[in-house]
């Protein structure tokens, strides 16, 4: 097949373009480097810019007559969009619109979106399926939503296809070691950790003792990047067998707690770290966890990297020969 990735500078699309090249794939990743990597997109072409440019799309989709879009250009951070929700509004929907005029312009029909698990809000239950009532307490989480809601209309007025894969926490980095995480800020909390065991922060915070967990913090669910990644590759290739539009969310199922993750993380290392416990922030649910049977049952996935340890052993990996050396 041949794939735009947009946003494929990143953390999680240098991942996945790597992964769509190694299985025989044609992939151009489009990223305007405003918070990825040039030297991340280690294979296929690289073309630089945004999807807020309609001209440069023009030129993108000339180009190569994609049998795909993969989308993972959107801002992340959650406080930062309470902050500054037009930043979210524009880079994240408006702009989304832009690269989907683009697609229709061209007759490109299939489009995976990274979405996200912010689009639920306070969980009601978990783990979190895809019936659960979608109320996103914040603007980046709103964002998401309303690009999944406006993709039901384009596929209405143009017949554009698309699956939404909704991610709880991805970790991990490369199993080769050729890529991992490097965001600025920093705000996940597994590299976090590992910034503090490898020397480049004094310490680490856990925001809140006291949640109804086993050990009183926040239980999260932590899905491989590789698993993410085959995901995405899996749901592009049934889309485009003609599987139809679909939504599905992402994880590995089990949770782990911030003190459990930081034990993992002194036990993989063998270093130990100031620990910090502090206030709850507000918005922290106690406990967020995917019930991912229906991707493992229409896509036929199944998490291969789903214990804690082997995650944090290869984002471990990531921190000691990038940071450290």
């Known amino acids: 097949m041949k794939i735009l990735v947009v946003g494929g500078a990143g953390y999680i699309g240098s991942h996945m373009v790597k992964m769509l090249s190694k299985a025989g794939h044609h992939v151009v990743t489009l990223d305007n480097l405003s918070t990825g990597y040039r030297d991340a ?12 440019d309609s001209d440069i799309l023009n030129q993108v989709f000339s180009s190569t007559p994609f049998d795909g879009v993969m989308h993972f250009a959107s801002y992340i951070e959650v406080g930062e969009s309470v902050v500054n929700p037009g ?47 979608k109320k996103p307490i914040n603007p980046y989480g709103l964002s998401k939503l309303m690009v999944e809601q406006a993709l039901e209309s384009y596929e209405i007025a143009h017949g554009l296809q698309s699956v939404c894969l909704r991610y709880f926490n991805a970790a991990g980095a490369d199993i080769d070691g050729e890529l991992g995480e490097r965001h600025v800020p920093e705000t996940h909390l597994i590299p976090l ?34 698993d993410l990644c ?13 599987s139809g ?81």
Not at 41 to 52: N, R, W
Not at 87 to 105: E, G, I, P, Q, W
């Open 41 to 52: 997109v280690k294979y296929g072409e690289f073309v630089e810019g945004d999807i807020a």
């Open 87 to 133: 930043k979210y509004f524009r880079n994240n929907f408006s702009n989304t619109l832009n690269l989907l005029d683009a697609m229709v312009r061209h007759a490109v029909k299939h489009f995976i979106f990274s979405s996200t698990a912010a689009i639920f809000g306070e969980p009601e239950y978990v783990p979190i399926d895809e019936s659960h009532p």
């Open 193 to 226: 950790i590992l910034q503090a065991a490898s020397g480049r922060r004094e310490s680490i915070s856990v925001f809140g003792n006291d949640y109804p967990t086993t050990d009183g913090s926040c239980v999260r669910d932590y899905i491989h990047i590789v």
């Open 230 to 242: 085959s995901a995405h590759l899996l749901a592009l290739t049934k889309l485009v067998k003609g």
């Open 245 to 325: 539009s679909k939504r599905y969310n992402l994880g590995n199922g089990n949770g782990f707690s911030v003190i459990q993750v930081i034990d993992v993380v002194k036990q993989v290392s063998a270093k130990n770290f100031k620990i910090v416990e502090t206030n709850r922030r507000a918005g922290d649910p106690a406990t967020l966890v995917a019930d991912s049977a229906l991707a493992q049952s229409e896509l036929g996935w199944t998490p291969v990297y789903d214990d804690l340890a082997v995650i944090v052993e290869h984002a471990w990996k990531w921190e000691k020969n990038y940071f450290c050396k």
